[in-house]
């Protein structure tokens, strides 16, 4: 069984600075680690996976994470946000045999406003 | 273009009234899932799909059914739906194939209200 820990709720954050959103998770299993985004009224979007390899992972929108398998961390960065980065993110992991469909297991999400 | 659609989008009902979602996906998928967000909780697993006609229980399956008898769809079914189950829904799908790319393609969501 996996879990996943989304240690803020909410992060305000002035436009133009550095933001970071903690993720935390814990398996029996090896895994695989995604961050979604959902803005305001709208589905899921991909911004990054980690599969294997570097454990620094560069996604869209000039998001990046880095995969530290020792404290079972996954946060995700932004050096300079903008108002448009302004959503909810979702921390999310799978494990690596493929079972139950290929399911996540999602944190609770972190709601990010960008603030002028 | 590849997509996962579902409908409706919005949806507004009343105890007890029996009501379908429907999904569907392009991209040849064998793995479908549902899942229902509710604040602070994230994205739960409602049920899976490993191919037609293999569906199992995922996490919070109590009050909901599904049905895969076609590989493109997979729809979920609320046949006497409560007030708890207000929530906004996600389908799923993702490549069973070895080897493929690891991936959940999300659908745009459906917003369900119980009254």
């Known amino acids: 069984a996996q879990s996943v820990t989304q240690l803020d709720s909410q992060v305000p954050v002035f436009e133009e600075a550095p933001v970071e959103l903690r993720c935390n998770y814990s398996?029996?299993?090896?895994?695989?680690l995604f961050w979604y985004v959902q803005y305001p009224n709208q589905g899921l979007q991909l911004l990054l996976k980690y599969l294997s390899g570097s454990t620094l992972v560069k996604g869209i929108n000039g998001f990046e994470a880095e995969f530290n398998k020792s404290q079972t961390s996954f946060h995700l960065r932004k050096p300079s946000v903008h108002i448009s980065d302004t959503a909810e993110y979702f921390c999310a992991v799978s494990g690596m045999i493929k079972a139950a469909g290929n399911k996540l297991t999602f944190g609770g999400g972190t709601r990010v406003l960008v603030k002028p | 273009e590849a997509q996962v659609t579902q409908n409706p989008r919005y949806l507004i009902t009343v105890t007890g009234k029996k009501l379908t979602v429907t999904c569907s996906q392009n991209m040849n998928h064998e793995y479908m899932s549902w899942y229902r967000q509710d604040p602070g909780l994230g994205l739960r697993q409602i049920y899976y799909?490993?191919?037609?006609?293999?569906?199992d229980k995922g996490d919070v399956p109590e009050g909901y059914k599904v049905s895969r008898k076609e590989k493109r769809n997979f729809p979920l079914i609320l046949e006497s739906p409560s007030p708890n189950q207000t929530s906004l829904y996600f389908c799923?799908?993702?490549?069973?194939?070895?080897?493929?790319?690891?991936?959940?393609?999300f659908g745009p969501g459906t917003r369900l209200t119980v009254t």
């Open positions: 799923a799908s993702s490549s069973g194939t070895s080897g493929r790319v690891y991936e959940q393609y």
């Open positions: 799909s490993m191919n037609v006609e293999v569906t």
């Open positions: 398996s029996s299993v090896s895994v695989y």
